[in-house]
């Protein structure tokens, strides 16, 4: 089975149609206007095809976009060249959260999405790690993860997503303190189909965890919010100010 984000990637935007990326954009830029410093440059960790990136990048901030899959990349750069003149194309870098290497520091950094659940506990700690190392000081580190209790209540479930030529099916296990999805999508070729899969996995964090993670790699005013788009689906956002001596 592929790693994750590779065939899914061509039809990540259709089938993620439904996702309120507006209402995310205004939550994010809320937290990041409550930043002890001005914010002009922002990560985006975990850019996927770069949809939140773009509206930032819209609304005057200069967008450093990473993510581990080049193919979600692939679709992102595609993107660019619809950019209004005026706006500032985001640096897009091909590198996974836990090896993250910038040239300089940012004044925020944003990872939407839950993507710090695919992230393994030993993985986190080290993106953690380098997240305080390349946030200028007083910066804003915000992310949103699935809550514990909503993984868990994935279990056993199955999902189907589909649009005119494509299917996506999804099934869900929990396995101790991760949920595996066994992902199959089938995509119209002519009068075949063509199969492709994936698997993903979600790692379960315990806030209280990630709090302590956080202040111990530097960071305080740790914040969690159950009150952001999604809320009622277990999607908790937490913000963090980076503190440097």
């Known amino acids: 089975m592929s790693v994750s984000y590779g065939p899914l990637a061509e039809r990540y935007d259709l089938l993620t149609s439904d996702v309120p990326y507006d209402a995310l954009c205004d939550y994010y830029e809320t937290a990041l206007k409550r930043c002890g410093r001005a914010v002009r440059t922002v990560l985006d960790l975990g850019c996927g095809t770069g949809t939140l990136s773009l509206l930032l990048a819209r609304r005057g901030y200069e967008l450093i976009a990473a993510d581990a899959s080049p193919d ?7 993107k660019l060249a619809d950019l209004p003149e005026g706006v500032t194309p985001p640096m897009l870098l091909c590198q996974r959260a836990e090896e993250l290497d910038l040239y300089d520091t940012v ?8 993507g710090f659940n695919y992230l393994s506990p030993g ?7 380098r997240l305080h ?10 992310f949103d993860i699935l809550s514990p209790e909503r993984l868990r209540s994935l279990d056993g479930q199955c999902f189907v997503d589909e649009d005119e030529d494509t299917l996506c099916l999804w099934r869900a296990s929990l396995d101790g303190g991760a949920l595996r999805y066994g992902m199959d999508l089938f995509r119209a070729a002519g009068r075949l189909w063509r199969r492709s899969q994936e698997e993903h996995v979600e790692y379960l964090h315990e806030p209280d965890d990630l709090r302590i993670l956080l202040e ?9 919010h159950s009150d952001g788009p999604q809320g009622d689906r277990g999607r908790l956002f937490i913000t963090a100010v980076c503190r440097k001596p």
């Open 133 to 142: 190392l390349f946030l200028s000081p007083d910066g804003m580190l915000a």
């Open 216 to 224: 111990r790699a530097g960071f305080s005013d740790v914040c969690v």
């Open 72 to 78: 979600m990349l692939s679709i992102f750069q595609s």
């Open 107 to 114: 004044d925020a950094a944003v990872c939407c999405l839950d």
């Open 123 to 129: 993985a986190l700690s080290e993106a953690v790690r």
